[in-house]
């Protein structure tokens, strides 16, 4: 499985990049702080799962996985956020996951698991 991350440096990043290095099923991780360079990526070479984070700066991660989820509806999205706030709005959009920030180890494999 092959993995985009977009977010800025939340407090989960570097927890999610390790229990992702360690599970067997993933094949690559991106990760990716723009936007745009982040939609160009996936345009350019689809991944199987988009981790975005919300409460972003700038383009919204919501906005975002919209454009993802028009050009390629099967990517699955988890969004990973420190605010319940978006949830409803994630969910709508078609999220697979999400996750608040800290996360803990069972929360985050159990997503992945749903998701791929």
Avoid: H
Avoid at 25 to 38: G, P, T
Avoid at 77 to 92: P, V
Wanted: with cysteine; glycine share 8%; hydrophobic share 35%.
């Amino acid at each position: 499985m092959k993995v985009y991350i977009l977010d800025e440096g939340s407090s989960s990043l570097d927890q999610m990049l390790l229990w992702l290095s360690g599970n067997p099923k993933i094949s690559a991780v991106e990760l990716y702080s723009d936007c745009s360079r982040f939609i160009s990526r996936v345009m350019e070479l689809p991944p199987t799962l988009c981790i975005i984070r919300l409460g972003y700066e700038g383009t919204s991660g919501l906005k975002t996985a919209k454009i993802i989820k028009n050009m390629y509806p099967n990517i699955l999205i988890i969004f990973t956020s420190e605010e319940r706030g978006y949830a409803l709005d994630a969910y709508e959009l078609g999220a697979n996951g999400y996750l608040l920030c800290p996360t803990d180890k069972n929360k985050f494999e159990k997503c992945l698991r749903l998701g791929g």
